[in-house]
């Protein structure tokens, strides 16, 4: 699935640590988002031994999503019945939508008129601007380290040289 604006390579990858940073989300409570299939490490699953899971930029703006509902209060199965319905429906951008939450129901809104259709039943709100949530991850992002998956699928990550590598390499035993 991609959620992201079109700029935004799905060949870059964010580990565990810097999704952490980003989020202000703790290492245990990724995991268990993941383990789970709250969220996916879309980039690579980080299967098998030495290998980390890669997050893609969508899987971490879905990774604040999650941290925003679930800070409002919104049960962890009512967050993956939203986050069910966004895949499903294939988002390509999520800027241009709205998040809302009662406290009980999610609504998602693309519009003024939609917003005003749903405030008009009285009750207390609270909404997601995912576009503005999006646009600082944009900015985020970039300055934390990423990994390139290459056309091999070869893993280079950018917060080690070509030197590091073959010095590491020469002193293997």
Known sequence: M???KKNI?????????????????TYRQLDTWTTSGLINASVCLGEGSGKHRLYSF???LLVKLIKEFSNLGISTQKIRSVIESLRKRGVDD????SLFSDGVSVYECK???EIVDLLKGGQGVFGIAVGKIQENLEQDVVRFPSVHIGITD??????????EKSERKANRI
């Not at 999520?94 to 939508?97: D, E, G, T």
């Not at 070869?154 to 030197?163: A, G, L, R």
């Open 2 to 4: 991609k959620i992201l």
């Open 9 to 25: 390579s799905e060949s870059i990858g964010y580990k565990a640590k810097s999704v952490c940073d980003i989020t202000n989300v």
């Open 58 to 60: 969508s899987d971490i």
């Open 94 to 97: 999520l800027s241009s939508i």
């Open 111 to 113: 519009n003024n008129e």
């Open 154 to 163: 070869d893993i280079e990550s950018n917060d080690v040289t070509k030197e």
